[in-house]
């Protein structure tokens, strides 16, 4: 079984910054396939970065440019720097990770969720 403890989240104001922290433990980290999402209240959950285990990344679309992700295998952690917030950031941010089991299957697991908010 994978742990996920997340931090760093908190208030921010607009154009300010924070770094959400993930560290993993339970399994080979190296392997997994590592992100972040993000649930707003009345939206559906919905991908913010995630950085393959040979470090390719990909990003939502609102917060290419913004936000940076990146991961540490040695301390089995993921990060989110995250730039020039906009109120629109404001969520749970949620650890994620993948393991492949297949050609389209994975394992998954989640965080907790840490909150984010941006206010204007």
């Known amino acids: 079984q994978v742990q996920l403890v997340e931090s760093g989240g908190g208030l921010v104001q607009a154009g300010g910054s924070l770094r959400l922290s993930c560290v993993a433990s339970?399994?080979?980290?190296?392997?997994?396939?590592g992100g972040w999402y993000r649930q707003a209240v009345g939206k559906q959950r919905e991908l913010v970065a995630d950085?393959?285990?040979?470090?390719?990344?990909t990003y939502g679309d609102s917060v290419k440019g913004r936000f940076i992700i990146s991961r540490d295998n040695a301390e089995n952690a993921v990060y989110l720097q995250m730039n020039n917030l906009e109120p629109e950031d404001t969520a749970v941010y949620y650890c994620?990770?993948?393991?492949?089991?297949?050609?389209?299957?994975?394992?998954?697991?989640w965080g907790q969720g840490t909150q984010v908010t941006v206010s204007s």
């Open positions: 339970g399994r080979t980290f190296s392997s997994s396939r």
């Open positions: 950085m393959s285990s040979r470090g390719i990344t």
């Open positions: 994620n990770l993948k393991y492949p089991t297949g050609w389209t299957t994975s394992d998954v697991f």
